[in-house]
């Protein structure tokens, strides 16, 4: 599982810069933002801050905008794969509590 502090998640790279490296406008990302596809932080002077992975994501929202892809629809799947990740992470859970109650180990 990555750390959530990892380099990656960390929100420390400027809009200026998520732009060059994502080949997409301010104004692109901005709306990216409005329509609830990437959440910068703000910085206490309210510049927004992304990560590694913010800019990874970016680059596929374009590339599927590319395909013809809607805001909506692109949406509509990150909110998906989200329901699953946490339907996945609750069963892991679930698995846990219940070996742990009936002293059931992992078999190495």
Do not use: W
Not at 24 to 45: D, F, G, N
Not at 71 to 98: N, P, V
């Amino acid at each position: 599982m990555e750390d959530q502090y990892s380099y990656k998640k960390r929100k420390v790279i400027t809009i200026g810069v998520v732009s060059e490296l994502t080949g997409l406008s301010e104004r692109q990302i901005r709306y990216y933002e409005e329509r609830k596809l990437v959440y910068p932080e703000r910085s206490p002077k309210g510049n927004r801050k992304y990560s590694f992975a913010d800019v990874e994501l970016l680059i596929d929202i374009a590339n599927k905008r590319e395909e013809g892809v809607q805001t909506y629809e692109i949406r509509q799947d990150m909110i998906r794969a989200e329901k699953k990740k946490e339907k996945q992470m609750r069963s892991r859970l679930l698995k846990g509590e219940i070996n742990a109650r009936f002293g059931i180990q992992k078999e190495r």
